[in-house]
């Protein structure tokens, strides 16, 4: 079975994410005619953050059975692999086309083919923008992603509680030594961002959830109140956004927030008013690798087209309404499919571990 509100508060936070950058699309249309910004759209990136912690959640909760296990372990990534890969790949070839074609679009200096490499293996690697970004620039939390999924793998060779302290306490040193200023070269700082820390306490929200730790609904609907108050009503603190406080600042709000949709009472998955948002949960994935190449195109229509004729607020809707349709059949037609075969290809290895705490186990989550 799965847990509902999780799959929901997936749509949400992608949403959010497209909402971010519509929000960046619009400045740029309204930089063109000398106007300003529709709005400040830096509230609605805290989609990212919240991915984060959802991303730590599900690991634990997934994997609960798989501790003390060389077989789980190697499982662990096989799926990981399988989930991320093959859009990821194909969203890079398509970027990389893009830049070819373009060669202005693109972020690497002409002939950097190891940035390329990189792009495709999940490497930080500077590009001319001054950050680590891949060739589809939402890839580069699935840097981080890789990350998360190659220490949590060697986790998973240990009994649970070595395991948990190897995770916690390998990134929890890698964030310190990057706020210290002691990691040299741009994979390890990159690797070192605070913003590992909301993987982190989702993993934390992951743990009090095998151990059979639930929320009212009274609880919870409080808790998602005041996480999002803090994000739409509080402004970050002052800092470079990868810094320590303005990091911290987005991954408490995340946690609480994750900790009422995963604690509290879960949504009944068979009513009607959930299906839109447990099918954009579902293909959450694809509409977060896929958005900003929609709405960049859509922008480049809009600025030389019928379209520009129209309010820019209209940009908002009919950009998400468009992504939301090309993510969802990117869902069905490309990356379910993918993964089924693949999975159906590279079978299960059985897995022996200890057995899992709690009273829900892994098995609250089919995702």
Same mark, same amino acid.
């Given at each position: 079975?799965?847990?509902?509100?999780?799959?929901? #508060?997936?749509?949400?936070?992608?949403?959010?994410?497209?909402?971010?950058?519509?929000?960046?699309? &619009?400045?740029?249309?309204?930089?063109?005619?000398?106007?300003?910004?529709?709005?400040?759209?830096?509230?609605?990136?805290? =989609?990212?953050?919240?991915?984060?912690?959802?991303? %730590?959640?599900?690991?634990?909760?997934?994997?609960?059975?798989?501790?003390?296990?060389?077989? =789980?372990?190697?499982?662990?990534?096989?799926?990981?692999?399988?989930?991320?890969?093959?859009?990821?790949?194909?969203?890079?070839?398509?970027?990389?086309?893009?830049?070819?074609?373009?060669?202005?679009?693109?972020?690497?200096?002409? @002939?950097?083919?190891?940035?390329?490499?990189?792009?495709?293996?999940?490497?930080?690697?500077?590009?001319? &923008? +001054?950050?680590?970004?891949?060739?589809?620039?939402? +890839?580069?939390?699935?840097? #981080?992603?890789?990350?998360?999924?190659?220490?949590?793998?060697?986790?998973?060779?240990?009994?649970?509680?070595?395991?948990?302290?190897?995770?916690? %306490? $390998?990134? @929890?040193?890698?964030?310190?030594?990057?706020?210290?200023?002691?990691?040299?070269?741009?994979? #390890? *700082?990159?690797?070192?961002?605070? /913003?590992?820390?909301?993987?982190?306490? =989702?993993?934390?929200?992951?743990?009090?959830?095998?151990? %059979?730790?639930?929320?009212?609904?009274?609880?919870?609907?409080?808790?998602?109140?005041? @996480?999002?108050?803090?994000?739409?009503?509080?402004?970050?603190?002052?800092?470079?956004?990868?810094?320590?406080?303005?990091?911290?600042?987005?991954?408490?709000?995340?946690?609480?927030?994750?900790?009422?949709?995963?604690?509290?009472?879960?949504?009944?998955? *068979?009513?009607?008013?959930? /299906?839109?948002?447990?099918?954009? %949960?579902?293909?959450?994935? $694809?509409?977060?690798?896929?958005?900003?190449?929609?709405?960049?195109?859509?922008?480049?229509?809009?600025?030389?087209?019928?379209?520009?004729?129209?309010?820019?607020?209209?940009?908002?809707?009919?950009?998400?309404?468009?992504?939301?349709?090309?993510?969802?059949?990117?869902?069905?037609?490309?990356?379910?499919?993918?993964?089924?075969?693949?999975?159906?290809?590279?079978?299960?290895?059985?897995?022996?571990?200890?057995?899992?705490?709690?009273?829900?186990?892994?098995?609250?989550?089919?995702?």
């Amino acid at each position: 079975m799965k847990l509902s509100n999780i799959q929901i #508060l997936r749509a949400c936070a992608a949403l959010m994410i497209v909402v971010d950058h519509c929000g960046i699309e &619009t400045e740029r249309l309204s930089q063109s005619v000398g106007g300003s910004k529709l709005f400040d759209e830096t509230a609605w990136g805290f =989609g990212v953050p919240l991915f984060f912690a959802i991303s %730590g959640f599900i690991m634990v909760v997934t994997s609960a059975k798989n501790f003390g296990s060389a077989s =789980g372990a190697v499982d662990f990534m096989r799926r990981r692999v399988i989930r991320i890969v093959p859009l990821y790949w194909a969203v890079t070839t398509v970027a990389l086309a893009a830049a070819l074609a373009a060669p202005a679009l693109s972020k690497a200096p002409p @002939g950097d083919h190891l940035y390329i490499a990189a792009s495709y293996l999940f490497w930080p690697y500077d590009c001319v &923008t +001054g950050y680590a970004r891949p060739l589809a620039t939402p +890839g580069w939390t699935l840097n #981080l992603e890789m990350l998360f999924y190659v220490v949590f793998a060697v986790a998973l060779l240990f009994r649970r509680r070595i395991g948990l302290a190897v995770l916690f %306490g $390998s990134l @929890g040193v890698l964030v310190a030594a990057r706020a210290a200023g002691l990691l040299p070269g741009v994979a #390890l *700082n990159f690797w070192g961002d605070p /913003i590992v820390l909301g993987f982190l306490l =989702g993993a934390a929200v992951g743990i009090a959830f095998n151990s %059979g730790v639930r929320l009212s609904g009274f609880s919870a609907a409080a808790l998602a109140a005041i @996480g999002f108050g803090v994000v739409f009503l509080i402004p970050l603190p002052a800092g470079a956004e990868s810094d320590l406080l303005p990091r911290l600042a987005s991954a408490v709000p995340a946690v609480l927030i994750l900790i009422a949709f995963a604690l509290g009472p879960q949504a009944d998955d *068979n009513r009607r008013i959930w /299906i839109a948002a447990l099918l954009i %949960g579902d293909a959450s994935y $694809s509409l977060y690798l896929v958005h900003a190449f929609v709405l960049r195109a859509l922008s480049m229509v809009w600025m030389k087209g019928p379209l520009g004729a129209l309010s820019l607020w209209t940009f908002i809707p009919i950009g998400m309404a468009i992504a939301l349709l090309i993510a969802i059949a990117t869902y069905w037609c490309f990356e379910a499919p993918a993964t089924r075969w693949l999975n159906r290809k590279t079978p299960r290895r059985a897995v022996r571990s200890e057995p899992a705490p709690g009273r829900d186990g892994a098995a609250a989550l089919a995702k």
